[in-house]
């Protein structure tokens, strides 16, 4: 346990919507709480700033591994983030929209609480584009609103792509599209809303079949991975429709992925990442809320979320005294 309790706020999207089975936000709030340090739920929507300070009406939470029964709300104050609470994990799912934006901002102003991820580089970096950053890992990549170039692209591919909106989370509107498909037009269209709106387009990977390796990363350090595989008639490899989780080890394809991303993860204040890669490419770059991390303990046989708070009470240890 760490030497002093700590104050934990997690921002984040309803806490009684959370998976108690899947969500990564929910262990780590239950492994803080175990470790005797206070747990706050704060809503997004009720972050504030008052004379000049940030701040949020919070509720403080009691968890348990009871489903439908997994927290307790207690009572809701008002507190100055800087004064009040040590460290805000910031874990609302995308998109990334207006009230998104101004979430992170107020948490931006926050001098001495410790701020995970750090906001201004969630806002900064689109997860679907961060990846561009490295688009020698990549598979071949466009980002385009123009129909045209979409069909382009596609014949370039030699007649198949995968489409995905940009601002989309857990596969959310992901296409496997291919020449000749009577749909493909509408498809098109609709994913762009009628060329107003970008979307990106990648060369389709076979290796998909075999899965979509999740990668978690603490401080661009690897804490584990887990392989998420189709269903047969998927082509989506996401858990929560239907994808099969299954061991993974990191291997050295992944490890040159991992070196080339850590410094910038590092630099940038991307404390929890997670990176996806199929067939040794990659394909994306999760810094707002990533998931896997009970699915990797179920198959390894280990506890990620300890890892993370052992390093979050390591930062806010008070300096040892000079001799």
């Given at each position: ?203 389709y990977l076979p290796d ?37 989780a299954a061991r993974a ?75």
């Amino acid at each position: 346990m760490a030497a002093r309790s700590l104050r934990m706020a997690f921002v984040m999207d309803p806490v009684e919507s959370e998976d108690i089975d899947a969500s990564t936000t929910f262990v780590l709030m239950l492994e803080a709480q175990q470790r005797g340090h206070e747990v706050l739920y704060v809503d997004p929507a009720d972050l504030c700033v008052i004379e000049g300070e940030p701040a949020a009406r919070a509720t403080g939470v009691r968890l348990c591994r009871e489903r439908g029964q997994h927290v307790a709300r207690h009572d809701t104050r008002l507190v100055i983030l800087d004064r009040d609470v040590d460290v805000a994990f910031q874990r609302v799912d995308p998109p990334v929209d207006a009230d998104y934006v101004v979430a992170s901002q107020i948490l931006d102003l926050c001098r001495r609480t410790l701020v995970l991820n750090r906001p201004t580089s969630v806002v900064a970096y689109n997860e679907k584009l961060l990846a561009l950053h490295f688009r020698d890992l990549m598979p071949e990549t466009t980002v385009t609103r123009r129909i045209v170039d979409l069909h382009a692209f596609m014949d370039a591919m030699g007649g198949e792509m995968v489409v995905k909106p940009l601002d989309g989370k857990g596969g959310e509107g992901v296409f496997h599209v291919a020449k000749g498909e009577r749909n493909l037009s509408s498809i098109l269209e609709q994913m762009t809303a009628f060329e107003s709106r970008p979307v990106m387009a990648q060369r389709y990977l076979p290796d998909i079949r075999q899965g979509d390796k999740r990668i978690l990363l603490l401080e661009g350090e690897p804490l584990g991975a887990v392989l998420r595989v189709p269903a047969e008639s998927e082509v989506r490899a996401n858990l929560h429709v239907g994808g099969r989780a299954a061991r993974a080890d990191i291997n050295p394809a992944d490890q040159r992925i991992i070196e080339r991303l850590a410094p910038r993860l590092r630099r940038d204040g991307l404390f929890l990442v997670g990176i996806d890669v199929i067939g040794g490419l990659l394909t994306e770059v999760n810094v707002t809320s990533p998931t896997g991390m009970q699915e990797i303990n179920a198959l390894d046989d280990t506890q990620l979320q300890a890892r993370v708070i052992d390093r979050v009470e390591e930062l806010l240890r008070p300096p040892a005294p000079s001799a």
